[in-house]
């Protein structure tokens, strides 16, 4: 993705614009490829904003995009697995990733964040909630809604083989913003309709000790797009 499609985007980082400098290791095997620079989703949104652009809410202002542990042979069952198999956790993280970002997309619309602890943890509900508390302070309201497609897994084992049914979880997506826009306080759009606003997303989602799935961290996935 070039760089100034980046800038339609409020809540989606810009390439190192948040401390992240050179390449991070990629989350899965890139079969001999570089590894490509991170970013973080929910900077970039409110960076694009801050440069009078365009939207979209948070997706984590870590520097990295989080690394799944590598793959282990025959890992052996330490506890009840989460789920019967891959499909079964990926509709769920599918789910629960929707369910984010409806939050995120009504908070922004309503300056109300308290749907979000129920959507949301760690570095991406921190997120979130400044985004909605920053657009309040400048007078600044979403409008429409985002959606995610081309959902797959990128690293679900640990649900499914039981080795550790409270690790992080990992899914890949299209966050699409295409119906969505932001006006200020006098009610003008500050969107930027230039470039895609269809963005590859790397989602984090954790396992609460009620079983409960949580989005943790949210970032752009700079590997090959496939949300082109």
């Known amino acids: 993705m070039e760089p100034s499609s980046y800038l339609n985007f409020p809540h989606l980082p810009l390439p190192h614009s948040d401390g992240c400098h050179g390449s991070c290791p990629s989350p899965v095997e890139s079969s001999g490829s570089p590894a ?3 970013s973080t989703v929910v900077c970039m949104r409110r960076t694009a904003v801050a440069l009078a652009l365009l939207i979209v809410p ?4 870590s520097g990295c995009a989080p690394t799944p542990p590598p793959a282990t042979a025959d890992p052996k069952p330490s506890s009840t697995p ?3 198999n891959e499909e079964e956790a990926l509709k769920a993280a599918t789910e629960a990733y929707a369910a984010y970002e409806l939050a995120l997309d009504t908070a922004l619309i309503s300056h109300d964040p308290v749907a979000l602890e129920e959507v949301a943890t760690g570095k991406a509900l921190a997120s979130a909630k400044k985004s909605v508390l920053e657009y309040a302070q400048a007078g600044k309201t979403q409008s429409g809604y985002s959606t ?3 959902v797959s897994a990128a690293d679900l084992g640990s649900w499914v083989a039981g080795v550790d049914s409270d690790a992080d979880g990992q899914i890949y997506a299209c966050l ?4 969505v826009d932001v006006s200020d306080a006098n009610g003008a759009s500050v969107v930027n309709n230039e470039g895609s606003r269809r963005f590859p997303t790397l989602v984090t989602i954790t396992s609460t000790p009620a079983k409960e799935l949580l989005v943790s961290e949210e970032s752009i996935w700079e590997g090959r797009n496939f949300c082109a």
């Open 176 to 179: 699409d913003v295409s119906a």
């Open 36 to 38: 490509s620079p991170c």
């Open 82 to 84: 989460l789920f019967a």
């Open 58 to 61: 948070v997706l984590a202002f």
């Open 148 to 150: 995610i497609s081309n």
